[in-house]
């Protein structure tokens, strides 16, 4: 057991945070986090993120309710990425109604191929689209 | 199939790329690709990160022989985040000797502790103890 400095000022104090779920390994997206919202995290046991578009906290699920329980938290060997290990409440944790918001391939070419089927309809869940929020 | 321009703007020229392994989901390792290690990653087949501590293309495996075969590449909804689905060569991908940089679980009291064990001897593989490089 070691005491552990997340070094958040590699990137201007924020980390990346993969978000994967725990029954199943997959991923289900890729969120950043300062040091309070992963305070917060680790308080409230749910996923909080640091939106860089917004400039603010932004609690997953906040609006949809599809909110993130947290079932483990690893750290890198650098301390400068964390890997989040979760049960996703809901259908979907992606804004456009995907299960991941990694839902395309993409190829050599630059061309995205959608490879999984939609899970909900945003538009019920958000009440209109959602923007931009990573 | 659309065609999708990566955002590499959102921070600074680059995007974070996880490493999963294709068979068993296990999350390796976070690097960050800027378009020239994203296009190299792609024709060769194999993960050339960007270096930010070294500040330059970085090949994974090219001191160890441990390449990253890319069997899948996803991008995310915003187009700023990529998953990378590989096949991992040799026994592990971490420097410090495990098979998965992810290999401490972190406390709410900010402690890590170590839940996998070393898979390789990072001095005989590397020659000496390599320093940061995402």
Redesign the interface.
Known sequence: ?????IDFE??GGLV?A?I?DYR????L??GFMNSVSLAET??SGEVVFFS??RNKLWKKGESSGHVLKVR???????A????VRVEAIGPGV???G?RS????????N????I?DERAFVPETVYGQKQG???
């Open positions: 057991m070691e005491s552990v400095n590699k990137a990346p993969i994967q199943s390994g997959d991923v997206m890729l680790q308080r860089r578009s483990e938290l690893r750290v890198d060997c650098d400068d990425a964390l890997l992606c804004h456009e995907y918001c990694f839902f395309r391939k993409l190829d050599s630059g061309h995205a191929k490879i931009k929020r990573a």
